[in-house]
Structures are given as C-alpha cells and as structure tokens.
T-cell receptor, first 115, second 116 residues
C-alpha cells in the first residue's frame, strides 16, 4: 500500500522555468492538500481540493496553480519559478475530512530549489 | 482569516523534563484539532481531538482540547532525546458550502530540543 506518493523528490529549477509536482494517493481519499514548509516553519497551505474537479485557495496561493482531474491525483504547478518558491513541498490527503475518525496522511515531500 | 498559533516557537529542555506545548485557534466552522510530530521528513500523526475536556493519551504524550477558550495543549512527560522534533498543530474545518469547507490549517510549529 503506497499511501501518498510525491514526485519528484528533489528538483533544481532556474528562475522563470516551469514545473509540475505530482501527488498520487491510492486510498480513495476525497480531500487533498498542498503545503510548503520553509526552514523552522510550520506548514503553509497553498491550495486544497475537496473532491475531483474542485480546488480552493489556501493561505499562500500566489504563483501556484493546481488541478484535480482525477480523484487520486493532485497536481501543483509553478508557471514561472522564483527564488522565493524554494521550499519543501508536502502533499496530504484525508478521507473523510479531518474530524470523522481519520487524520491527514502525508507524502514524503519534494525539495525544490530555484536558482 | 483562519488562524492557528502555537507557542512557544522553540523550547530546549533536558531529558526527564516535562513540557507543555500550546495551540490556539480562530477559525470558521471548527471540526477537529490534530497534533503531528515531524522529525526529518513527513509529519506523523499523534492525536485528533474533537470534543472538549476529553484527554487523549499515548504513552508519555497526552493532549486535551478546550473549545470554549479555543486552545489545545500537548504534554510530554519524562522527555527523551527521541522526542526532539517539530510539533505541529492543525485545525480542520467543516461548514458544507462555506469558504473554508475541508480546509486544514497548520500553526507555525514548536521546535522541541531535548538534551541528554
């Protein structure tokens, strides 16, 4: 049982380049989340999704886009990477929403460096 | 704006000490509060709290929620060096159709360092 899988695990981008981070979960979860974590900081919510075909903005959505075309996948896109987007990105999923007996499960993270 | 605030931001103790970590929140349509421990990589789940006054316990760790005063505490007794980690608090929101439906917001985390 793979759980939540993020790809890639590491990436170095040049300023202005674009890329997509993939999050895949095999637990049939409805809710999926993208967070970023900076040194010594907690997790800041970028975007989230409460079901296939739906997305919503979190606290720090600027510079990112997301799509949830399939229930098991949640993609995070950077159209024009900036050094301020250097961070560790975590994907998480949950079913049902937190509070009905299950917690959010996390992927192992993607370390992104923008130079 | 939904807000989750943890304190202290960092804490250094010696093995055997007892620590109390705090998490306060101001959110729309509270559903649950979760505690996570993060060492090198992904956060790992500790507790989920939905009802006031009911203590959750796992070994040396315990946690309780106060929905009237909008906070939770995480206690760790007889700390060990293996407890060194970032402790994260998160609040899940409900409210079908509302702007925060399904949102899961984390605090800044408390960095706990336990010295031998």
């Amino acid at each position: 049982n793979a759980g939540v899988t993020q790809t890639p695990k590491f990436r170095v981008l040049k300023t202005g380049q674009s890329m997509t981070l993939l999050c895949a979960q095999d637990m049939n979860h409805e809710y999926m989340y993208w967070y970023r974590q900076d040194p010594g900081m907690g997790l800041r919510l970028i975007h989230y999704s409460v079901g296939e075909g739906t997305t919503a903005k979190g606290e720090v959505p600027d510079g990112y886009n997301v799509s949830r075309l399939k229930k098991q996948n949640f993609l995070l896109g950077l159209e024009s990477a900036a050094p301020s987007q250097t961070s560790v990105y975590f994907c998480a999923s949950s079913l049902p929403p937190p509070g009905k007996g299950t917690e959010a499960f996390f992927g192992q993270g993607t370390r992104l460096t923008v130079v | 704006e939904d807000k989750v605030v943890q304190s202290p931001l960092s804490l250094v103790v010696h093995e055997g000490d007892t620590v109390t970590l705090n998490c306060s929140y101001e959110v729309t349509n509270f559903r649950s509060l979760l505690w996570y421990k993060q060492e090198k990589k992904a956060p790992t789940f500790l507790f989920m709290l939905t009802s006031s006054g009911i203590e959750k316990k796992s070994g040396r760790l315990s946690s309780i929620l106060d929905k009237k005063e909008l906070f939770s505490i995480l206690n760790i007794t007889a700390t060990q060096t293996g407890d060194s980690a970032i402790y994260l608090c998160a609040v899940g929101m409900s409210g079908a159709g509302g702007t925060s439906y399904g949102k899961l917001t984390f605090g800044q985390g408390t960095i706990l360092t336990v010295h031998p």
